[in-house]
């Protein structure tokens, strides 16, 4: 995996590479209930409650710890084009989701780039200062998201 920050131009780039066609990985990406396996760095889990994959909708979840905390996020998709990448704006939100303004929100670019029975993932995290970038990354981003892709790793590997 290769995680790079780029404080000068407020940019987060991560690639990683899975050992599954585009299709398995696109859909480990768009399907809610794939998403729920992997998304939350182990032990927290995650759990969808509204889901509407299209240019124009959103994710609606929780990242729920082992003592039940949930953090509500929501995620409002911007592209879609199919097996070839999507983009959204991601924020931290109530149960009812509405956005949290004490956080930053992220603007994600994904991409898929495949080559036969492995796929590249291509994701590109945006924000609107070096200040935002700082506290994602304070908040352990790099490390849960780093557990979070090793889960999706194994859900190819099973």
Not at 13 to 41: G, H, I, M, S
Not at 62 to 69: E, H, K, L
Not at 133 to 146: C, H, P, S
Request: proline share 4%; with cysteine.
């Amino acid at each position: 995996m290769n995680f790079s920050v780029d404080k000068e131009n407020k940019k987060i780039k991560v690639e990683r590479e899975f050992a599954a066609p585009v299709e398995k990985v696109w859909e480990a990406w768009t399907d809610k209930n794939l998403l729920d396996r992997w998304w939350a760095p182990k032990p927290w889990q995650t759990k969808t409650k509204t889901r509407d994959f299209r240019e124009g909708g959103s994710w609606l979840y929780a990242m729920v710890g082992p003592d039940s905390t949930a953090h509500w996020c929501r995620a409002d998709y911007r592209s879609v084009q199919k097996l070839k990448g999507f983009s959204l704006q991601d924020a931290f939100c109530d149960e009812n989701g509405k956005i949290n303004t004490d956080f930053p929100s992220t603007k994600w670019d994904v991409s898929f780039s495949p080559n036969g029975e492995t796929t590249m993932v291509h994701i590109e995290l945006s924000y609107d200062s070096a200040e935002d970038l700082e506290k994602i990354l304070a908040l352990g981003f790099k490390e849960g998201f780093t557990m979070a892709l090793e889960n999706l790793d194994g859900i190819f590997n099973s």
